[in-house]
């Protein structure tokens, strides 16, 4: 079984820039997940996503970052314009609802 | 919100050495995962458990709900177990996973 697919795994940009990270989840899965850690700290839930539909995304600073999940399936995060304490991992996770979630390897972002 | 509290931060033990590794949180939940961050930064699902007592070979864990913990236990360390371990809880009538501070272990040859 496929595992969770996220791209890029690294990125390096100048704060002020835009970028994007995709996340595949596994399939079947209808709730997928995006989550932020930073260096020394615990994954920090952005946003939720059950099929297409968002469940939580308090924790999500929409000025500058948006998510979407077309047709329940894949999902785009994106950041504009960075910002230097955006400099993270970006994880992706799907799991059946309330059951085992699965992380993707994480997308690496470094902003200078 | 809830807060979850992991003990202790820091771990450093000898390889073939045993380790509880506890988790406490301040609410009812409906979910609780155990995850294991190898140095890469890959999160490994080791459990879901959010009651009981469960084995995966050198490793178990037991969550006592109505005490609001859990616990992680590993035998027989090596040094592959080397990482950070979370937990994560849903709370009851909240979809929302929260991860927990983290122990990081290390395990010396």
């Known amino acids: 079984e496929a595992g969770v697919a996220q791209s890029p795994r690294y990125k390096i940009i100048e704060k002020r820039q835009s970028v994007a990270f995709w996340c595949n989840p596994i399939?079947?899965?209808?709730?997928l997940y995006w989550y932020q850690q930073i260096l020394g700290q615990g994954p920090k839930l952005l946003i939720q996503?059950?099929?297409?539909?968002?469940?939580?995304d308090s924790q999500l600073p929409k000025d500058r970052f948006s998510a979407e999940r077309l047709k329940g399936v894949d999902s785009t995060l994106k950041i504009q314009p960075a910002k230097l304490e955006d400099s993270a991992v970006y994880l992706c996770?799907?799991?059946?609802?309330?059951?085992?979630?699965?992380f993707g390897e994480g997308s690496w972002l470094t902003v200078v | 919100g809830i807060q979850v509290e992991q003990s202790p931060p820091d771990l450093i033990l000898q390889e073939g050495a045993n380790s509880t590794l506890r988790c406490n949180f301040s609410?009812?939940?409906?979910?609780l995962q155990w995850f294991h961050q190898n140095p890469w930064g890959q999160l490994i699902n080791l459990f879901y458990?959010?009651?009981g007592t469960k084995q995966n070979g050198r490793l178990s864990a037991t969550t006592v709900a109505t005490e609001r913990y859990s616990l992680l236990y590993i035998s027989s360390s090596q040094t592959t177990d080397s990482g950070v371990y979370f937990c994560?809880?849903?709370?009851?009538?909240?979809?929302?996973?929260?991860f927990g501070t983290g122990t990081r272990l290390t395990i010396i040859p």
């Open positions: 996770a799907s799991s059946f609802p309330g059951n085992t979630i699965y």
């Open positions: 399939s079947g899965h209808a709730t």
């Open positions: 996503f059950q099929n297409n539909g968002v469940v939580d």
């Open positions: 609410d009812s939940v409906n979910n």
């Open positions: 458990i959010p009651s």
């Open positions: 994560a809880v849903e709370l009851l009538g909240n979809e929302k996973l929260t």
